[in-house]
């Protein structure tokens, strides 16, 4: 998936932003390791006054790694946004075909479970929802996504 190249007599593998140093496989072990303290704020610190700058932080974050995995595929026509690509399951594979897709879908996942993940804690608390009963929906949504938000809607 990654294109190697010699780099003083070693083949170091290319990674998906031309500026950074790092393997695509590196690069999603650290967007993993990196989302966890969002995750543990929300699960287990909801109402620590720093839970909701780290899952912003965390969330704009990830947006500005997935913006710049988006312009690296277009900008070197790795990938073209064919619109009709989405109306197929074949079209839609052909596009996480590419590493470096697969890490921009990626980023896209964890920003949008962590966001929605941070907003049944905002909104339970103010509605006064106790916490433990979210906890089983911010986990089914930082594992299951869409699942969390059905489980969230019926607490």
């Known amino acids: 998936l990654a294109a190697a190249k010699a780099k003083g ?9 031309p500026f950074l140093p790092y393997t695509h496989n590196q690069i999603l072990h650290a967007v993993n390791l990196g989302s966890l303290p969002a995750w543990f704020s929300l699960v287990f610190l909801p109402r620590w006054r720093h839970t909701k ?13 997935y913006v710049t995995l988006a312009y690296v595929l277009f900008s ?33 996942f964890i920003v949008f479970d962590l966001w929605t993940a941070r907003f049944f804690v905002m909104d339970s608390a103010s509605a006064g929802i106790p916490h433990l009963l979210v906890v089983p929906c911010i986990l089914a949504c930082m594992f299951f996504g869409p699942l969390g938000l059905v489980s969230y809607v019926t607490v």
């Open 53 to 65: 700058t780290i899952t912003l932080f965390t969330a704009v974050a990830y947006s500005l790694l």
């Open 9 to 17: 007599g070693a083949v170091v593998a290319a990674g998906p932003i």
């Open 76 to 108: 070197k026509a790795i990938f073209s946004l064919d619109i009709a690509s989405f109306s197929t399951t074949a079209g839609i594979g052909r596009m996480f075909s590419d590493a470096t897709a697969v890490l921009a879908g990626w980023a896209h």
